[in-house]
């Protein structure tokens, strides 16, 4: 007998089970292929909201809570692990938004730092960048994460207090009475005292033969790789909904599309190139550079963005925490940190209202 069951080891599931071992609880994790290979590994891990002033407070929130913890988070998973997620703050240059006016605005209410810089600053600060612009915003406190490095030093941190199946499917629930009792999986059944769907751009699958489902769907994104040399691009870049990402090692990574392209994972040739022009448009050196890799991964989709993280009402000892859309890698500490507030019946630390399967999210 399990005492929590988490379904779905993406960043969500793992953050959660490192949340609830804290409270001595036996879990069992089950991921239907390996841990943290799914939008978890193929996302780009900015942690801010692209244009955050566009999003609502609730999204904000949980973004502003993890990025408060992610420091600590990382330094006690490179203690614990020896896998460094290689948090670094690189600024994020944001070179087109025309509502300059609404974003400063926002960043003095919600006590965030955004500077107005001009071009001569520009030049000086990203020397490989050529555009001409009569001014950027610049948020100097925005930092990445190596997300795949994330995921593996997370796995690590908890596989010896959870029990982890991987390569195994929840092929369905068990509930009696309106009580959650255990799952089904594609190698045996668990019994648990209630469970945490984590299951990201899958979950209204996994759902649909119980009742209501949350209106989560898969949304690709296709991203790039170059193989540049560290410091040849230095800053976190947003120029018209797409981004530039320079890893410690001198990788840059340009991100990416949004599609509606069901549970295909493909990437296509048209991206690439979308990609691959506005890479070069911005940064030319990258016409030198070899690219090393395009992939695509599944976000899960939600209305306004807003994850699911509360209770499943009409049945006793289930939970959700998925829906993340475009952000689960900058709210996921947040997020864990909620469900397990829920879980364990502790007083919350955000307010759930917004996130609960009911909620208004359009
Ligand atoms: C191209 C791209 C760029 C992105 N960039 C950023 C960014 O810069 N910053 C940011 O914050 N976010 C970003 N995101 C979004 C972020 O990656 C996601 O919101 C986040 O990874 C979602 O995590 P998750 O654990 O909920 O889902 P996933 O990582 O998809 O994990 C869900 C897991 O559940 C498993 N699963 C599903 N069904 C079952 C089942 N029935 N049984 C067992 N296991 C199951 C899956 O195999 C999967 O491993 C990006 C996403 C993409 C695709």
Same mark, same amino acid.
């Given at each position: ?17 490192? =949340? $609830? ?27 801010? #909201? ?22 600590? !988070? /990382? /330094? ?10 290689? $948090? ?48 950027? $915003?610049?948020? #100097? *406190? ?6 795949? @490095?994330?995921?593996?030093?997370? *796995? ?6 959870? &029990? ?19 799952? &089904? ?12 769907? /984590? ?7 996994? !759902? ?9 769907? +898969? ?16 800053? !976190?870049?947003?120029?018209?909904? @797409?981004?530039?990402? +320079? &890893?410690?090692?001198? @990788? ?31 940064? +030319? ?21 807003? #994850?699911?993280? /509360?209770?499943? +009402? ?11 859309? &475009? ?10 940190? !909620?469900?397990?507030? $829920? ?8 307010? #759930? =209202?917004?996130? @609960?399967? =009911?909620?208004?999210?359009?």
């Amino acid at each position: 007998m399990t005492d929590i069951l988490i379904i779905g080891g993406g960043v969500s599931g793992l953050l959660t089970a490192r =949340e $609830l071992v804290a409270a001595d609880a036996k879990i069992t994790l089950v991921e239907m292929g390996d841990t943290g290979r799914e939008a978890s590994w193929a996302g780009g891990g900015i942690l801010s #909201p692209l244009y955050p002033w566009r999003y609502s407070n609730a999204v904000n929130a949980l973004a502003h809570w993890s990025q408060d913890v992610y420091p600590e !988070l /990382c /330094c006690a998973l490179h203690q614990e692990t020896r896998i460094s997620p290689e $948090l670094t703050t690189s600024g994020l240059l944001v070179l087109d938004e025309e509502q300059r006016d609404v974003a400063l605005a926002w960043a003095e209410q919600q006590g965030r730092v955004i500077e107005v810089q001009d071009q001569a600053w520009l030049e000086q600060t990203e020397p490989s960048l050529e555009l001409a612009v009569d001014e950027v $915003l610049w948020m #100097p *406190r925005v930092a990445q994460i190596r997300n795949p @490095r994330l995921t593996q030093a997370l *796995r690590q941190s908890i596989q010896r207090r959870v &029990r982890i199946h991987e390569n195994e499917k929840v092929i369905d629930l068990i509930i009696e009475n309106g009580k959650f009792q255990g799952a &089904r999986t594609t190698k045996r059944k668990i019994k648990a005292d209630c469970a945490i769907v /984590c299951t990201g751009a899958w979950t209204a699958q996994l !759902l649909e033969a119980i009742g209501e489902t949350p209106k989560i769907r +898969p949304v690709r994104g296709q991203m790039m790789l170059f193989s540049a040399a560290p410091g040849q691009i230095q800053h !976190l870049t947003l120029y018209r909904e @797409r981004y530039i990402i +320079p &890893r410690q090692d001198g @990788r840059v990574l340009i991100g990416s599309t949004l599609e509606e392209a069901g549970f295909d994972k493909s990437t296509t040739a048209e991206a690439k190139e979308e990609l691959y022009q506005m890479a070069v448009e911005l940064y +030319p050196l990258l016409r030198r550079t070899p690219i090393e890799d395009h992939w695509a991964g599944l976000r899960p989709g939600s209305p306004s963005g807003i #994850p699911y993280i /509360c209770t499943y +009402p009409t049945v006793e000892g289930l939970y959700l925490n998925a829906g993340h859309f &475009r952000n689960g890698l900058v709210t996921g500490p947040a997020s864990a940190r !909620l469900i397990a507030d $829920l879980v364990l019946q502790r007083p919350p630390t955000l307010s #759930p =209202e917004p996130y @609960r399967l =009911e909620a208004k999210r359009d």
